[in-house]
């Protein structure tokens, strides 16, 4: 007797099943190749961040300068300066930063008078300021390399992001300006604050030494927001922050270039260098304009 035929169906079920199995076999070895191309540890730092300042990214392959202009503006777009920065990111040296005084007296080609060096960005924008104080400097051709403007939005949006920060006052802050519309009430002491009350700290102007007391709360705030994106959980969320900010700052830093710099600054034990450039004392009390002292050494890298 010829031996039973399997049915048709029984046929179907068995290919069925073995098409099944070369498929879970076919995904088993696409996932495998996929596990030596994306490790597990690397999917689980792309979705939780940078673990230290090391990873953010490549660190530059040599010194960089950046323009840091502190906007008085509210958004992008025309406005003065209420702080210069320019900011030596060396790869293999210190963070060194020089405020530049707003009150610095620059005479521009054209002019019969001297202006403040913190009215220029109004004037000229970014371009201006940068040339203005590549030559009171004496930065070689073709710095700054990068520039930064900040508005008091994006500063704000800053300070708000990486979680607020740590900030000692050295006196309680009154003022209202009512064709602003905008009040400062901050006390003194140590106290942790979050955006408004950091420009409110940094708005602040003294009736004697005005801008040297505010150039000074410029540089704790500085090192109160590095020392701040300087923890781990914030350095995770830090590349997600810049692309947040992107929209709110003016800036020829790329997103990776800042990254960059970040990971310069954030180094553990980073050392920031703090320097002012020097000014004359000035001629009478309430002169604003101040010239620059020649005659006193340049505080800058060579």
Known sequence: MAPAQPRPQRRTRERAALRLLAAGL???SSLALLGVIWPESDRAVREQGPPSAADLAELPSRSISVLVIGSDGDQKGPANSDALLLVHVNPEGPLQLLNLPVETAVQLPGDKTPVALGSLYQRGGPALVASTAAQLVGLPKGQPDRYLVLPRSALRALVDGIGRVELSP???MRYTDKTQNYNIQLDGGLQVMDGPQVEQ???FRDEVNGEERRRDRQQMAVESVLRQMSQRQQ???LPGLLALLQGEVDTNLTQGEALSLLAVALRPAEQLQFRTLPLR????????LRQLDARAQRPWPN
């Open 26 to 28: 076919g995904l088993a």
């Open 170 to 172: 050295d006196r309680s």
């Open 201 to 203: 700290l940094l708005r």
């Open 235 to 237: 350095i995770q969320q």
């Open 281 to 288: 004392p000035p001629l009478k009390t309430k002169q604003r």
